[in-house]
């Protein structure tokens, strides 16, 4: 004789309906708390990169400067490259390969 009676299904049933429920009240609850932290990052973010609230064309110069004076040539390797600022993140890189001076 099966021990999973009819009562029994019909109970794990409505229990599955329940999680079910409880589930998608969950998710609606986790997707309003990201969209609460997403500008809590952000303003992080911000503090903590203030040198990514610049304009490019300034963070550029900067790069520029980091570089030796002429006539000495930049190496294309080494910590003193202009590689090694494509290296920091990904807005470093795109500045660094848009500023022509830099290679």
Same mark, same amino acid.
């Given at each position: 004789? /099966?021990? #999973?009676?009819?009562?029994? %299904?019909?109970? !794990?049933?409505? %229990?599955?309906?329940?999680? !079910?429920?409880? =589930? $998608?009240?969950?998710?609606?609850?986790? %997707?309003?708390? $990201?969209?609460?932290? #997403?500008?809590?990052? $952000?303003r992080? !973010?911000?503090?903590? &990169?203030?040198?990514?609230?610049? @304009? /490019?064309?300034?963070?550029?110069?900067?790069?520029? +400067?980091?570089?030796?004076? &002429? @006539?000495?040539? @930049?190496?294309?390797?080494?910590? &003193?490259?202009?590689?090694?600022?494509? +290296?920091?993140?990904? $807005?470093?890189?795109? =500045?660094?390969?848009?500023?022509?001076k830099?290679?």
């Open positions: 004789m /099966n021990d #999973y009676s009819k009562a029994a %299904r019909a109970a !794990d049933r409505v %229990r599955i309906v329940e999680l !079910d429920a409880e =589930i $998608q009240e969950l998710q609606a609850r986790i %997707r309003l708390l $990201q969209l609460e932290r #997403y500008p809590c990052q $952000q992080l !973010d911000a503090h903590r &990169y203030p040198v990514l609230a610049l @304009p /490019n064309e300034i963070v550029g110069e900067i790069f520029v +400067h980091f570089l030796p004076l &002429y @006539p000495d040539t @930049p190496p294309l390797t080494g910590i &003193y490259s202009p590689t090694t600022l494509t +290296h920091i993140c990904s $807005q470093w890189r795109e =500045i660094a390969l848009a500023t022509p830099l290679w």
